[in-house]
Nanobody
């Protein structure tokens, strides 16, 4: 079973940047699609970004496209989410997840991290 641990969240001001990291245990990371999701207080969890196993393909939710970049370092079993131009509306708990396939659907992800809080003040 894969374990996923996110880090890099925090309290920032609008317009600032953060880079989230997700470290995976296990030997299958370089063959696993991965994704980022977020859940704001009182709202359902929503898709943010996904990346294929090699890192050659990525896909973004409309809110993230153009502002954020998902990447991975398979040698270090780590996925990243570079978040620029943060807005108060981006405040949420951010989760990384392992996918059964390259997808933006929550049901296609079967292993989840514990989440990292991102808070953006205005």
């Amino acid at each position: 079973q894969v374990q996923l641990v996110e880090s890099g969240g925090g309290l920032v001001q609008a317009g600032d940047s953060l880079r989230l990291s997700c470290v995976a245990s296990g030997r299958t990371f370089n063959s696993d699609p991965m994704g980022w999701f977020r859940q704001a207080l009182g709202k359902e969890r929503e898709f943010v970004a996904a990346i294929n196993p090699s890192g050659s393909l990525s896909y973004y939710a409309s809110d993230a496209k153009g502002r954020w970049t998902v990447s991975r370092d398979n040698a270090k079993n780590t996925m990243f989410l570079q978040m620029n131009s943060l807005e108060p509306e981006d405040t949420a708990v951010y989760y990384c997840a392992r996918g059964k396939k390259f997808s933006d659907l929550e049901d296609d992800f079967d292993q989840w991290g514990q989440g990292t809080q991102v808070t953006v003040s205005s």
